[in-house]
């Protein structure tokens, strides 16, 4: 037996070797390395063994029960339109936005094509999928998950080779507290890798180690979802007739007169394809109907709340996922910009921090940083966009090889320089604006006494 699998052994079942001492357990609030009182799992620290009550509990697997009846799973979340939608559109939005390495310069920032983490952002993160495919499944698995990890593989001079998507389920945080001191690695494959290696993306959680499953938090309002589904799916399967009962003044002494009636009901009366067929009784029997009609049980409503119900739970306006009663064209510009500052901007922050702080190397990390462009995001329509490019070149902020750029166009030679709105005034580097050419010789600048004395050959008008 290894020596994880023999540690784990022990922690399980509380013995403890001559030659091993007791292993501390993820999420212990001892304030030692003595093993604790309560045994908890390897694979979910956070459940104590004996409060365990799923599999899903002992494995890490997300999953959760829901008043509505219903299992809520990631898998069967998916299933929700509205999740579906919303988790959707947070994840392509941020693996649609540009990433590099940029480094300081003279003059500013530059784009550091050298810089191993930029070679992967071009080539691929993960040698089985183009970047947009890595980003995208990153931010789905964290949406729907809770935790999304990557592996880092490096070279022997510690650069960055690939970073590997790994399932949830493959990857597991085991948090060491021993007081003053606190390690936290990784079970990766039942190999324990450090903390600098691993990719690890959260949503909020209350612990610091690991977030919480929005699917699992919200089961009961996604599990209300796929029972009014179903409940729909049921209805019209059933030729939208519902549920009802047989009545009649006999008594039937024997129980198999009974499933047979029972049974030929439901093969001539269920099913869309005996919808509105003619009711036939015998023996003087009635039909009474006890389904509640979707109107009485607000169906209807109840799917419209759901879909503004999660896509509050994800922080998606509601014209993003495809419901617009509420959007008009005054409001929707906002919300998308709301979109980008409230949902987007903080899943890029998550992911810049652990990309800076663990692809970069550490005598570049005063120097170079990875930045999201979010410019063409943040644009608006023609109109705007055309004034405020005007505005940025007639102050000097922009060439018009840069404009061309923004445009998709090629740079084009002699288009690199600045210039002001001063009779389209050429800008010198480290002039300043209406100063007097500091390359023109004394002589010819005049002084403020010369401008104010008559030139030498000009003379006095005669007397009329």
Known sequence: MSGLATRAWNLLTGAATANSAPMPVAYSDERSAEL???????????????????WGDLTGHVSGGSH????????????????????????????????GVYKETKYGRDLDKKDPL???FVHGLDELMNRFDF??????????????????????????????????????????NMGRQRYLYYNVFGEIVDKRDI???????????????????????????????EFGARFFGQGAGGMGVLETGKVFKEQTTVDRLRKQFAERQTGLQNAHRPLILEDGMTYKSVTIPPNHAQFIETRNFQVEDIARMYGVPQHKIGKLDRSTNNNIEH????????????????????????????????????VFDFDFLL?????????????????????QNEIRYRNN????????????????QRVLPGSHMGAPDPSASPETTPSAADKTRPAADTKPAADA
């Not at 949503?203 to 209300?224: D, V």
């Not at 329509?381 to 902020?397: H, M, R, V």
């Not at 166009?409 to 002001?420: E, I, K, S």
């Open 135 to 176: 980003m995208y499944i990153l931010v789905a698995t964290c949406l729907a998950r809770g935790n999304a990890y990557a592996w880092i593989e490096r070279d022997p001079y510690m650069k960055p080779l690939q970073v590997r998507f790994l399932e949830p389920g493959d990857c597991q945080p085991i948090y060491v």
């Open 379 to 399: 644009r608006g329509d023609a109109t705007a966009e055309a004034a405020q490019t005007q505005a940025l070149f007639n102050t000097g902020s922009i060439t």
């Open 118 to 120: 930029q070679q992967l």
């Open 199 to 229: 990719i690890h993306i959260r949503c909020l959680g209350t612990n610091g180690i690991e977030g919480k499953s929005p699917i699992e938090l919200f089961a009961n309002g996604i599990g209300l979802s796929l029972a009014a589904e």
């Open 335 to 370: 919300q998308n910009k709301e979109f980008i500052t409230d949902t987007i901007l903080p899943w890029t922050e998550r992911i810049r921090q652990e990309f800076e702080g663990k692809l970069i190397a550490e005598l570049d990390k005063e120097t170079k940083e990875v």
């Open 409 to 424: 166009l090629n740079r084009l030679p002699g288009l690199d320089d600045t210039f002001v709105q001063m009779n389209m």
């Open 36 to 54: 604790p009182a309560e045994v908890r799992s390897l694979e979910n620290p956070a459940v104590p063994l004996s409060q365990m009550t799923s």
């Open 68 to 99: 509505a009846g219903v299992t809520v799973t990631p898998e069967s979340a998916m299933r929700v339109s509205a999740v579906y939608a919303s988790i959707n559109r947070i994840a392509s939005t941020v693996a649609m936005l540009p990433i």
